[in-house]
């Protein structure tokens, strides 16, 4: 046996945990995860539709705004012609569209999820901890938002600012995206709230008090990390959740508004054509957004079993 | 045991009550009637000294731990730490005093947080008191903690589901040793354990008493335990003091009836002595705290009331009628420190143990 193996084998003897478990949680999390093909799978799924979201022009050289009415209703071409998915019937190109319309519906997504997650976490964690009258007034909040419908409500709030006057696509999603946060918070904020309640009474986060850890500490570093699985379990499907639900506000006319494109406005005026033999229309989009979807529920699937010390 | 000079007492603790409001109703919650957890608990530990304090379940043990590291308001009673009166204080002044008292828990599966490292969690002392040891020295000083107790110092980076039970609460004993205490509480700190670990637990602690001269307020259901480590004993029933004494007092010259039902439940590990000791079996569980019992609180259960009341002649109650109207106040026996609250303290000793 040569000096260099036997150093290898000496190494590996007093390292032995080096391996698996010497890292953070985060970094566990990490190994996990890459030994799973379908994550490996969703992660590119994902990555792919961010880059299109992010350069829209590195996939199409057309402008989602121009369209021929020369050109209308083309039949998707294949990649090599000058509309590779087709043109919708005022012969704007579908390509264009499905690209430039990933950076609304992702931004939508993104926006409505975070800021949701966000209000649902600091709410759900102050209702759980000090209990008594914070708690008994963001509950009562909780249960009038919650039986409001979505839909009548985005009605009725979004019919009243249509007028208002919007540029550059933030402002085209602002309205849709402040209306779906409002009613989107309520859901975190009961988990959360559950979750504290069940975690701040254990023996931890009394050791951290008797210790003397004030209350933002206790919450911050001993609660939330062990109350916010389920959240993060949430997420990836709130995300396809929001899309899916601005593509029912643009199809009711009051979701992100033309002439900008989103995933959801392309899949309504596609469903119109769906039945005149235009089913490409339809299926572009829709594919688009299942697949997003699919890729991050997997993600987040896979991230709550990989985050969880009990599972290992 | 010499009575130690004032100036040795770190902890005294004088008629400390701890209630519980019971609250009914949806929109309006009205008090329904009161829990008394603990009810006039006095107790005194020493520099260096082990009091341990025994009692069943549902004793108010584990609230006395509690109201003694802060975390628990106290409802009426005093608690002075080292002289100073602590339970009016405010939060500013109590974190200072928490570097004094710290807790040793039951159960290491729950009192560590899962998510933290082993480092994380014995240094987070330090975050919290930045002044207990300097920044650069953080990491140094939790190595040496982690020494201390036992567990080695390289492994500052697992977390705690990488260890076993016994290594868990090494790591929960080096997180409180971390603000340098001079008063542990350990709330059963090896009844979850496995008894060839609690023999290595209990040595630790008694390692740790001599080289850091720490004061154990030492809870335990587990008397052999307690009359193993403990200098002073503190018999507790429903919220109240039994009988107190030095463990030579208590475990042999017992005064109460309830330590007496006690001491006879511990097995023995010689069968011949066995033989001729026969336990005291007592009836039924011990009764709600939210309503007692009047008078003595141990006579629903006594198995000397009605030795005692046969022998004066009673109402037929089979319960001295003292004993249900009168609640017995600790009351000095022959040796001195060795107190019992109970009316007919003489005769535990001279009833047959055995009686059926």
Redesign the interface.
């Known amino acids: 046996m040569s000096d260099q193996t036997v150093q290898v084998l000496i190494t590996e003897e007093q390292n032995p945990e080096e391996g698996r478990g010497g890292g953070s949680i985060w970094g566990d999390a990490f190994r996990t995860l890459r030994r799973r093909p379908e994550v490996i799978i969703a992660a590119l799924v994902a990555l792919f539709f961010l880059v299109v979201a992010l350069f829209p022009k590195l996939f199409t050289s057309q402008d989602p705004q121009h369209c021929d009415i020369a050109d209308s209703g083309i039949p998707p071409q294949g990649f090599g012609g000058a509309h590779p998915f087709g043109t919708d019937i005022t012969g704007c190109d579908m390509l264009a569209g499905v690209v430039y319309g990933a950076r609304p519906s992702l931004l939508l997504a993104f926006i409505v999820v975070g800021l949701s997650v966000l209000i649902g976490v600091t709410l759900g964690t102050l209702a759980g901890f000090y209990l008594g009258w914070v708690d008994t007034i963001i509950s009562r909040a909780v249960e009038v938002f919650l039986v409001i419908p979505l839909l009548l409500a985005a009605l009725l709030l979004l019919s009243l600012f249509h007028g208002a006057e919007t540029s550059g696509v933030l402002g085209s999603i602002l309205q849709p995206a402040l209306v779906l946060t409002l009613f989107g918070w309520m859901g975190y904020t009961r988990y959360v709230r559950a979750n504290v309640l069940e975690t701040k009474n254990l023996d931890y986060v009394v050791a951290a008090r008797v210790l003397g850890a004030s209350d933002l500490r206790i919450m911050v570093r001993h609660v939330l990390p062990n109350a916010i699985g389920t959240v993060t379990a949430l997420v990836p499907t709130a995300i396809a959740g929001v899309i899916g639900t601005e593509a029912v506000l643009a199809f009711l006319g009051i979701g992100v508004r033309p002439p900008a494109v989103s995933w959801g406005i392309l899949i309504s005026n596609g469903s119109e054509r769906f039945a005149a033999g235009s089913q490409y229309l339809l299926l572009f989009p829709l594919g688009c957004l299942v697949l997003t979807v699919l890729a991050f529920v997997i993600l987040g699937d896979a991230l709550r079993d990989a985050l969880d010390p009990k599972l290992k | 045991m010499p009575d130690g000079s004032e100036g040795d007492v770190l902890l005294q603790v004088d008629d400390l009550v701890k209630y519980y409001p019971v609250r009914r109703g949806v929109v309006f919650k009205r008090t329904v009637g009161q829990v008394r957890a603990v009810d006039g608990v006095s107790l005194t530990l020493r520099r260096g000294q082990t009091l341990g304090l025994v009692g069943e379940s549902g004793s108010g043990k584990s609230t006395l731990a509690?109201l003694l590291?802060?975390?628990e308001a106290p409802t009426s009673g005093r608690i002075l730490v080292e002289g100073v009166d602590v339970s009016g204080m405010k939060r500013a002044e109590?974190?200072r005093l928490?570097?004094t008292?710290?807790?040793i828990?039951?159960?290491p599966y729950?009192?560590?947080?899962?998510?933290?490292?082993v480092g994380e969690i014995v240094g987070?002392?330090f975050?919290?008191?930045p002044d207990a040891a300097p920044k650069g020295a953080r990491t140094k000083a939790v190595r040496e903690l982690l020494d201390l107790v036992g567990l080695n110092p390289d492994h500052l980076?697992?977390?705690p589901?990488?260890f076993s039970g016994g290594q868990r609460q090494r790591i929960?004993i080096a997180?409180a040793l971390?603000?340098k205490p001079r008063i542990l509480i350990c709330d059963e700190p090896v009844s979850a354990l496995d008894v060839s670990i609690q023999g290595q637990v209990i040595n630790l602690l008694e390692k740790l008493q001599d080289e850091l001269g720490l004061a154990y307020l030492f809870i335990a259901h587990d008397l052999s335990v307690v009359r193993h480590i403990a200098d002073q004993v503190a018999v507790m029933y429903l919220g109240r003091t039994a009988e107190t004494g030095t463990d030579v007092q208590v475990f042999e010259q017992t005064r109460h009836p309830y330590s007496r039902a006690l001491m006879s439940a511990v097995p023995l590990p010689d069968p011949t002595l066995r033989d001729t000791r026969r336990p005291i079996v007592l009836e039924g569980e011990v009764p709600s705290p939210a309503a007692p019992p009047s008078g003595c609180r141990f006579h629903t259960r006594c198995w000397l009331a009605p030795i005692v009341a046969g022998r004066e002649g009673g109402d037929g109650t089979g319960v001295p009628s003292v004993c249900s109207t009168v609640q017995p106040e600790l009351e000095q026996q022959e040796a001195s420190g060795h107190l019992a609250a109970c009316h007919f303290a003489a005769d535990v000793t001279s009833e047959a143990v055995g009686h059926d």
């Open positions: 509690k590291v802060g975390v109590r974190r928490r570097r008292i710290q807790l828990f039951q159960d729950t009192s560590l947080n899962p998510r933290m490292s987070e002392a975050a919290i008191h980076n697992r977390y589901h990488q929960g997180r971390a603000v």
